[in-house]
């Protein structure tokens, strides 16, 4: 058996059927300012902005996918934060936003962000957002999933879309 983020799958289905699937882990936390500012984060397509003595940097740009029917971003850097005046914005794809004074704003729930950094010494930087599994396979497929997975399932042009929004370690998925 294979893992893929929590979810196993037979690697004797993955080598015997076409199947399209996007894994994006959860982002990381947004930090503290320990100077006067501090940087963006990176974004899964690019880097976050360096911070200066004026603002804190922006979150880098994550990466856009079309896998679920629609073009959607996932996997933008959180902003960095300057105590006390002015903040990064979160990257493309659910970055949070850093801010000037207080707790950084956390990542987009199920786009895999990460969160802004906190400006202010006594401040906690934001929560990464949740990350998602979509996985893409023939319509004439029927994919069963266990009991500890949340699931949806559309059909669009001959597909089934299953969007995975949370599964443990020892959940599964079978094919049909």
């Not at 990381?28 to 974004?43: D, P």
């Not at 856009?64 to 073009?71: E, L, P, Q, R």
């Not at 089934?160 to 079978?174: E, H, Q, R, Y």
Request: aromatic share 6%; hydrophobic share 30%; net charge neutral.
């Amino acid at each position: 058996m294979g893992t893929i983020l929590g979810i196993v799958a037979s690697q004797n289905y993955l080598r015997g059927v076409d199947i399209d699937f996007l894994v994006l882990a959860g982002g990381g936390s947004g930090g503290q300012v320990t100077g006067n500012f501090n940087s963006g984060g990176g974004g899964a397509d690019a880097l976050g902005g360096v911070g200066s003595t004026t603002a804190g940097g922006n979150g880098g740009a994550g990466v856009a996918t079309s896998i679920s029917g629609s073009s959607i971003t996932y996997g933008g850097g959180g902003g960095g934060a300057r105590y006390p005046s002015a903040s990064g914005t979160g990257g493309a794809g659910g970055g949070g936003n850093g801010t000037s004074n207080g707790a950084g704003i956390a990542g987009t729930t199920n786009r895999g962000g990460g969160g802004g950094a906190a400006g202010g010494l006594s401040a906690s930087g934001g929560a990464g957002g949740s990350g998602i599994i979509i996985l893409k396979y023939a319509s004439t497929l029927t994919a069963t999933f266990s009991g500890g997975v949340s699931q949806s399932t559309t059909t669009s042009g001959g597909f089934k879309i299953s969007t995975i929004t949370a599964a443990g370690l020892s959940d599964t998925v079978s094919f049909a």
